[in-house]
C-alpha cells in the first residue's frame, strides 16, 4: 500500500468528490476525522503504533463513533494500546470540557456536559425524528421512516419513546453481533476497517451526506496502482463518452457547414445550419 497508492489521484477524486462539497458547504468536521482516521490506519498496519493511539484517541474525543475502530485491538489482542486509546480520550473530552470553563470561569465543567448532551438529544430530535434538514439520509433510522412515513407532507415529529428505544436497542444488539463476529472469526484488517466504516454510515439515527466522505478510507485499502487508473479511466470514459461523442459530431458539422463557403448564402446557410444544431 504505502508504495502502490496514487496519492494525487486519491486526494484529487476525494476534493472532486460529493461528499467533500458538502463537508465544505456544511463547515462539517468530518474532513479533519477522515484525516485523523487516515493517520490512524497507515500507522496501525505499517509504521507507528503510538501515533496511532494518539490519532484514534483524538478522532474518539471528537466524535463517539470512531470507538467502534477499538474492535481493532481487541481482535489482534493488542489490549493494552486499545486501554491507552481509552484513557486518552477521555483526558481529552474531559480537558477540552475543563478548558471551556476555565475560559468562562461563570461555568462548570458540569454544565459543559450537559450542554453537549443536551445538543446531541436535539439533534437526534431534529435531525432524526424530525422534518429538520437531513428528513431521509442513508442511517438505518431514516429507511424505516421511508416506510413508515411515505408521505413528506405528513412527516412530524416522531416519538422519541415509542420508536427511538426499540431502534436503540435493535442497534446495540446488530453492533454486538458484527463485533462478536469480528473478535471470534478474526477477518483480514481491511474486511474488519470496512464493516467498521459501515456500521458508523448506518447506525446512527440520522446521517449526513457529508458522512459519506468515510467510504475513501475503504477506497485507500482496496485500490493498487494499476487498480486506482483503471478505476478512474473507466468512470472518466463512461461519464464522458457521450459528451464527447456530441463533440465530434459538433466539429463534424461545423467542417460540413463551412468547408465548402463560396458565397454569403452558403455562409449564410451553413451559419444557419449551426445555430440549429447549437440549440
Known sequence: FPVTIVWPWYVVTLILSYPYIMVVD???PEISILLFLLVYIYHYIWSSRTIAVVSLAFVIAMK??????LVLYIKDKRYKEALYVALLALVLSIGSLWFLSIVNPSTTLHDHFTAMLKNQFLFTKHYGMGTEGMI???SLFSMIKYFTLPELGNLQIIPFSSIVKYYNIFIVFFVSIVIGTIIYKRPATKIVITLIVCLMLVSPHASGDYKLINIYLILLLFFSYEEYLFYLAHHLYVYYKDSLQIYWQFL?????AFSNIQNSEDYALGHLLLCQYSS
Not at 463517539?64 to 475502530?69: A, R
Request: charged share 5%.
Open 136 to 138: 431521509f439520509n442513508h
Open 252 to 256: 463534424h458539422l461545423l467542417y460540413q
Open 64 to 69: 463517539l463513533t470512531p470507538l467502534l475502530f
Open 26 to 28: 456544511r463547515g462539517n
